[in-house]
């Protein structure tokens, strides 16, 4: 068995790591979590029964160290059409639809959340033939084609070989759960800003404020080619805001009140999970606790660094030395959510270097009485380089001026956002508030203005793109 080592607190060093991708997944264990230790023990002892459990042997592979205080699950979407899921596609195989590590700091109460695009190309390890499937030989293909070759038990092995973390728990659900979930909470409420037709999703949508149902939220979060400009890292920031809207509506009142939604809601989640057979009910439970005294505003969600493959574009690969060094953080137990606290009150205040706009994420709220402000503001920042995957009205801050919030890690992003346009005024988050980079426009707004090119009019944006961002 691989030693345990204690988790240290470093500064965090990756403020060049776009935040965007926490995934849907991960809104499911982070939401269950927190239901959990609300809920009770004995409560949710009647639900687990219905987890479908499989055996993976870790001890089939060297394995990097654990870490002492630190929980890392592998958490999976599975893309297997078979049974329930066969309606949405044909493909031949398993292969996950969602791959990402969320790893769970219980000593600082901090947790991240890294998505892993299915579209990554590594160099796979070999695994063995095992009950149902061929194994395969060491080879450089994409991430996900692990579970198809090998089933879980490979993907785990080549995640932990890819990365050196260690994972102590996998957790997978299918897409038929994924429905039950939403469905079980009444819908999601979410902003679509322009009509989407995308028959491989199945999806079908007007623009406009709407709720989505189970169906319709799940052709959503794997819609692709319909949406944006059809790669996975579009994907992922829409997947983003989705789980944003869910986490926000399973943690609603009208939820946390309702006995018969949150125990709809816990079944179909607990119907299409399968986990290792190590995570038990003590384990969840354990994991529970932990997760209730995390901070919200302390989870990061981050995607490993890529690049566009060289050998096809339409593929990517991982970004060294920000790959590597991110892998390291997780890996040694470092508390990302740590804004440093060696480094000094001087270092602290720094703003830092300007970073890239492509890889800042902001969602912009219209705190005005002016319909569809927002998403104009959206193709003005997008045209800029801005990743902008939310637009709509604010839920948490009302200023009387136009504002950027940001969080730890966000300050330098803020000032170059802030300092494209006119007027606008930079605050950051009181500590243990719930925050992303967030643009709220305020009565003030005038225009764009300042330094950048967002100076254009308002009239440059065709009538048509206008009339898709008032929808909202």
């Known amino acids: 068995m691989p030693r345990r080592r204690s988790a240290p607190r470093v500064p965090r060093t990756f403020a060049g ?19 959990i230790s609300l809920g009770g023990y004995g409560w949710y002892q009647g639900i687990v029964g219905n987890i479908t459990t499989t055996q993976v042997d870790t001890d089939a592979w060297d394995r990097p160290v654990d870490v002492e205080g630190v929980i890392n699950l592998l958490v999976l979407g599975s893309d297997v059409r078979s049974g329930e899921n066969a309606a949405y596609g044909d493909a031949e195989g398993e292969r996950p639809d969602v791959m990402l590590i969320a790893s769970v700091n219980v000593d600082s109460g901090s947790a991240t959340l890294v998505n892993l695009p299915r579209d990554l190309v590594v160099d796979l390890p070999a695994c063995e033939a095992v009950e149902g499937y061929e194994g395969m030989a060491a080879q450089a293909t994409q991430l996900n084609s692990a579970m198809n070759f090998g089933g879980v038990g490979c993907q785990w092995k080549a995640i932990e070989q890819i ?3 260690h994972l102590d728990h996998f957790v997978m659900m299918d897409f ?10 009444g819908g999601v409420e979410m902003c679509i800003p322009q009509p989407v037709d995308d028959p491989k999703a199945h999806l079908t949508l007007d623009a406009g404020l709407q709720t989505l149902d189970g169906e319709e939220s799940l052709g959503f979060v794997r819609s692709r080619y319909g949406q944006g400009d059809g790669s996975d890292l579009s994907r992922i920031e829409r997947q983003q805001e989705f789980m944003g809207a869910l986490l926000r509506q399973v943690l609603s009142s009208e939820v946390m009140t309702s006995p018969a939604a949150i125990t709809g809601f816990l079944s179909a989640v607990t119907d299409s999970i399968t986990t290792d057979e190590g995570l038990t009910v003590d384990t969840m439970t354990d994991l529970a606790i932990s997760m209730r005294e ?3 505003g302390a989870v990061q969600f981050l995607t490993v660094p890529n690049t566009p493959h060289p050998a096809n574009p339409n593929r990517l690969a991982l970004s060294e030395p920000a790959a590597s ?14 804004g ?16 890239d706009p492509s890889t800042v994420t902001v969602d912009v709220r219209n705190n005005t009485g002016t319909t569809g402000l927002a998403g104009q503001v959206q193709l003005q920042l997008q045209a800029e380089g801005f990743q902008v995957p939310s637009t709509g009205n ?16 966000d300050r330098a992003a803020a000032e170059l956002l802030a300092g494209g346009l006119a007027d606008a005024v930079t605050e950051e988050v009181p500590e243990g508030l719930p925050y992303t980079l967030e643009l709220v426009i305020g009565p003030d707004w005038t225009g764009p203005g300042g330094d950048s090119s967002l100076t254009e009019e308002l009239g440059a944006i065709t009538a048509e793109e206008e009339a898709a961002q008032n929808a909202c």
């Open 294 to 296: 995390v901070d919200l």
């Open 176 to 185: 038929g759960g994924f429905k039950d979930m939403v469905d079980a909470v």
């Open 325 to 338: 060094e991110l892998f390291g953080a997780i890996s040694s137990g470092a508390d990302l959510a740590d």
């Open 340 to 355: 440093g606290e060696e480094d000094g009150p001087e270092e602290d205040d720094a703003v830092g270097d300007a970073p």
């Open 17 to 35: 790591v776009r935040m965007s991708a926490g995934q849907w997944v991960a809104c499911v264990v982070t939401a269950v979590s927190i239901i």
């Open 163 to 165: 990365s050196g973390v």
């Open 394 to 409: 604010p839920e948490l801050r009302f200023p009387d001026v136009t504002t950027v919030y940001y969080g730890p890690g």
